[in-house]
């Protein structure tokens, strides 16, 4: 009971993961959701990739007025999407559908869970990602019900549930995570 719980609150910090992977068609204000990255050098146009210039040619004529950051983050992306299995795009895609719909404070939740979680020593993102997994592969019904058991919870119970695993092996409450019910777009 305890460790299912864990693994729907552990959905949000999974989920944050899916909503950082941007395609590199999106909207320049969309790339402020991306993890800050080390002071950017400025990227000359014509350094990109054909493929890359193809998918950012909307940026062609103001890519040198763009802050080096962007122009980073949009190499970044562009290639990223190139490297995407059309599966894969598709996922994609969807994710930022459901990115765009959020309202603002929700994308700020999902942006202030995925700082804690890169927070997190890699051994333990590993054991939040496993418990996403095991969520995810869980039959649809299942998914509801732990969803539905979550949010009956009080923050109290929540707080007390995520606590208590860590007498069970290998589920440990991340450090600093909320005990706020998470985010659950339609399936």
């Not at 002071?39 to 350094?47: T, V």
């Not at 969807?94 to 719909?101: E, G, I, S």
């Amino acid at each position: 009971m305890i460790r299912s719980l864990f693994i729907c609150a552990s959905l949000t910090l999974g989920a944050a993961a899916g909503f950082a992977q941007v395609p590199a068609s999106v909207p320049p204000e969309s790339a402020a959701s991306a993890p800050a990255q080390p002071p950017a050098m400025p990227r000359a146009w014509g350094s990109l990739s054909p493929g890359q210039q193809q998918l950012l040619q909307s940026y062609q004529g103001k890519w040198d007025s763009l802050p080096a950051e962007r122009q980073q983050a949009l190499a970044r992306g562009s290639q990223r999407w190139i490297s995407m299995t059309p599966q894969q795009r598709v996922s994609a895609q969807q994710r930022f559908t459901q990115w765009r719909a959020m309202p603002p404070e929700q994308r700020q939740l999902v942006r202030q869970r995925w700082r804690e979680f890169k927070a997190l020593p890699p051994e333990r993102q590993r054991e939040v990602r496993e418990s996403f997994n095991r969520f995810r592969q869980m039959p649809p019904e299942r998914r509801m019900q732990l969803r539905q058991q979550w949010r009956r919870m009080t923050p109290e119970q929540r707080h007390r549930a995520t606590q208590g695993m860590h007498a069970a092996p290998g589920m440990r409450a991340a450090p600093g995570m909320r005990a706020a019910p998470p985010h659950h777009p339609p399936r």
